[in-house]
């Protein structure tokens, strides 16, 4: 069952929130809420707000597939914190007298989320998601709003943190989500861009929304403001090709390499099979093309001798920062609803998703994670997280062994 997505109006979703809701289904928004009862969105009116306040991913539920009640956190420190009590757990149901909307989901002030509750995207339900994207940039393939549909592969019943029981995909779960997918697609035609992509594009719009390819900009970057696109797309002719190779010699794999500044990265994520490594989904094709995922001790040591995992500095060096990474390391094809990137050195950032201790994975197509070398309280480390939909990158610390991140590697200084 892939993601699928959509470019559809405001109308189109308004359609698809009463073919939902009259098939059983529920719409709950991804934020956080002061105690573990979430709302449901039962008007139209209140999508819209959540729509047009920001981008927002809707957990869809019915009783024709949910096994559990929605599962929530409490958050008890702040976000780059790991403390096991950011983990104690709920299962509750709705408000029985709803709270006004509030959009603190994706506020991002250090302790303001303490003491709130989110719901546990991989325990509870099991859940469909809605990814409601705002907007698109001017010279995007499709200009037009993304809708994207997706689905966790597994139900996890979840006791505590070393207690939890895995469900295959139901039978119910994958006759919903394909009763929604075949929805959209009555709502959309297939076009094939300049490009020569296919997308799945409302029958209203019309072909002025599927834009021509400009050589000298690369027009796969949506979701991006489109001055930042430009002026990476700049940076990118004045950098000389520093491409390389290098042959691990363990595996004898050869890797892409680049050299930015005065460092020489791998310019492919990590595939040597080290310690309790993974493939996305337990699929090789997906270590083919994403590397593998690893916890963070694993990280360390499975980098082969003269490189190293990089550091939170010596990602963020060579760009002057975090807050246009994601155009200038993404690569310019691979990321869910055309949020590609520019390129500029050769990176080839792809979106690999991330794996959970439990088995469960997630993200794939639409964010990348990897592991840095920075520690802080001995059992937590720093990662860097890149979004699809979003111009940069922000780093997250989590427990070095909870989480199976991608791996790009360094070559030491000589």
Known sequence: ??????????????????????????????????????????????????????????????????????????????????????????????????????????????????????????????????????????????????????????????????????????KELKTYYGLIGKFLKSKCRQVTATNGKKYWVSKTLTEENVVRIDDTVDTSVSGHNSYNVIQACKLKSTIQNNSGTFTDPRDGKTYRTVKIGEQVWLAENLAYEYGKNKCYDNDPENCRKYGRLYYWEDAVNAVPSGWHLPSKEEWTAFTGGESTLGIVLKAASGWACGGNGVDVYGFSALPGGHGWYDGSFIGIGEYACWWTASEYESSCAYYLIMYNGREGAHFNGTFKTRCLHSVRCVKDCS
């Not at 009259?22 to 999508?47: H, R, S």
């Not at 996890?156 to 895995?166: A, I, K, P």
Request: hydrophobic share 30%; with cysteine.
């Open 1 to 170: 069952m892939p993601d699928m997505d959509f470019y559809i109006t405001d109308d189109d979703r308004m359609e698809l929130f009463d073919y939902v809701t009259n098939n059983d289904g529920i719409f709950v928004p991804n934020l956080w809420y002061d105690k573990p009862e979430a709302i449901k969105i039962q008007f139209k009116t209140e999508l819209i707000k959540c729509i047009e306040e920001i981008e927002i991913v809707f957990y869809v539920i019915s009783p024709r597939f949910q096994i559990e009640p929605l599962m929530f956190c409490r958050f008890e420190k702040d976000d780059e914190k790991c403390d096991a009590k950011s983990c104690n757990c709920a299962m509750q149901g709705f408000q029985t007298e709803q709270e006004p909307l509030t959009y603190e989901r994706h506020a991002n002030k250090k302790g303001q989320h303490e003491g709130k509750y989110y719901i546990q995207q991989r325990r509870g339900g099991p859940y469909i998601d809605l990814s409601f994207y705002r907007g698109y940039a001017d010279d995007a393939p499709i200009k037009f709003k993304c809708t994207r549909i997706s689905h966790y592969p597994s139900h996890t019943h979840y006791d505590d943190f070393e207690l939890y029981e895995r469900f295959p995909l139901s």
